[in-house]
């Protein structure tokens, strides 16, 4: 905690010394924020018993049950720690903040805190992979797509440092969730393990994303024809050729789930802009426009309806954060700042609007909800992110 505090502190000095030079740097400031409210984190959601683990809610309610799991009855009874998937999210943030500055203090958390914490996920069943539960508790399903936000993480950060026991963890991951691919609808990959029902864009995007990564690692060609295959199939099947956004997920009977979330375009933006850098094909970077724009009269409020800027509609605050990861990449490609200014203005407008009086966030970017009991742990971790993120933005 005193670590993250000092992070903050030095941001906050460097924004202010800006200030008094009469210069805006609003990347400074999304850096303070994010540093900020990882120390909030920290400070509400920390177990003080040498694991390096996590609540998963504020105020702590050790009776909580997970909705989002394949088999909602098949969860401990007392849950005193987080899921996989909420935790997880503390790796995404603290590598984003590595990226936007690299704080060795930063990293020295990330690999004597946070991957210390993982590894109680850590499940020995072949291929070896993370669980959605602790492997003190009883055997837990492991989800591909939990897996895969991990991969793209190890990933992303040896691109960033270039120590190679990332890329091995990255790729260790991947053989987990390789296995999690058959040639039932064509192809695809599935969402969980022990429940083979349906392959869902959470599962599929992603792992685009993750090979390119790979393949950004390695040079591999394999990771890089793989990931056209697997972005070839995801548009094909799970996408609304209506409006260019993505469906959830297809039943292997071919019934597609046609609910629409943020995080599912967003990857989509970011396979498709990152397939574009790596080919210079401009199919996909005209893909990954089409599906922006789509996305901004879906996922936004119009400008003026409820704010003077296009407002961020209400979500789990980590599908947008993820969905903000596919227009970034989209911004390195074509320079539009159209949609990072759109998210800019609502973070700007959340750090005072959505936040309660202990600086956790809402869910509702009109702030309605901000002093709701319950706090989500995967929803504080995805506005650290999200500030990480722009504060990376050049």
């Given at each position: 905690m005193m670590m993250i505090?000092?992070?903050?502190?030095?941001?906050?000095?460097?924004?202010?010394?800006s200030c008094l030079q009469g210069q805006q740097l609003p990347n400074n400031a999304n850096y303070a924020r994010a540093t900020e409210s990882l120390s909030t984190i920290q400070d509400h959601y920390a177990v003080n018993d040498g694991k390096h683990l996590l609540r998963e809610t504020f105020p702590f309610d050790?009776?909580?049950?997970?909705?989002?799991?394949?088999?909602?009855?098949?969860?401990?009874?007392?849950?005193?720690?987080?899921?996989?998937?909420?935790?997880?999210?503390?790796?995404?943030?603290?590598?984003?903040?590595?990226?936007?500055?690299h704080n060795?203090?930063?990293?020295?958390?990330i690999d004597q805190a946070v991957l210390p914490g993982l590894e109680n996920y850590y499940d020995k069943r072949s291929p070896v992979g993370y669980?959605?539960?602790?492997?003190?508790?009883?055997?837990?399903?492991?989800?591909?797509?939990?897996n895969i936000w991990l991969g793209i993480d190890f990933a992303d950060l040896y691109l960033h440092t270039k120590e190679k026991a990332y890329l091995r963890k990255a790729q260790e991951i991947w053989a987990f969730v390789q296995s999690g691919m058959d040639d039932k609808l064509g192809g695809g990959i599935y969402w969980c393990e022990q429940k083979k029902e349906?392959?869902?864009?959470?599962?599929?995007?992603?792992?685009?994303?993750?090979?390119?990564?790979?393949?950004?690692?390695?040079?591999?060609?394999?990771y890089l024809?793989?990931?056209?295959?697997?972005?070839?199939?995801?548009?094909?099947?799970?996408?609304?050729?209506?409006?260019?956004?993505?469906?959830?997920?297809?039943?292997?009977?071919?019934?597609?789930?046609?609910?629409?979330?943020?995080?599912?375009?967003?990857?989509?933006?970011?396979?498709?802009?990152?397939?574009?850098?790596?080919t210079k094909d401009k199919q996909y970077l005209s893909d990954a426009q089409e599906s922006a724009k789509a996305g901004l009269g879906y996922f936004f409020s119009p400008k003026g309806s409820s704010a003077d800027f296009p407002l961020l509609k209400r979500s789990d605050n980590w599908f947008i954060a993820i969905m903000l990861r596919g227009y970034i990449e989209l911004y390195g490609q074509d320079k539009n700042p159209e949609y990072?200014?759109?998210?800019?203005?609502?973070?700007?407008?959340?750090?005072?609007?959505?936040r309660d009086n202990n600086g956790l966030f809402g869910k509702e970017w009109s702030g309605k909800d901000k002093n709701s009991d319950k706090k989500w742990l995967l929803d504080q971790f995805a506005m650290a992110e999200m500030y990480a993120r722009l504060a990376a933005v050049k």
């Open positions: 505090k000092k992070i903050a502190g030095a941001a906050l000095a460097l924004l202010w010394a050790d009776s909580y049950s997970a909705t989002y799991l394949a088999d909602n009855s098949n969860q401990p009874k007392a849950n005193a720690y987080s899921y996989l998937w909420p935790f997880s999210g503390s790796l995404s943030a603290y590598a984003a903040l590595l990226e936007a500055k060795p203090e930063t990293k020295q958390h669980a959605s539960y602790i492997n003190s508790a009883p055997l837990s399903d492991r989800f591909y797509d939990d349906s392959k869902n864009t959470c599962s599929n995007a992603p792992a685009v994303v993750y090979l390119l990564k790979l393949h950004e690692a390695t040079k591999s060609k394999a024809q793989q990931a056209k295959d697997l972005y070839a199939w995801t548009k094909k099947n799970l996408q609304d050729p209506a409006d260019k956004l993505y469906w959830d997920n297809i039943s292997l009977a071919g019934k597609v789930q046609p609910a629409k979330y943020p995080y599912n375009t967003g990857q989509m933006i970011q396979a498709a802009a990152l397939l574009y850098k790596l990072i200014k759109a998210f800019q203005a609502n973070l700007d407008h959340a750090w005072t609007a959505m």
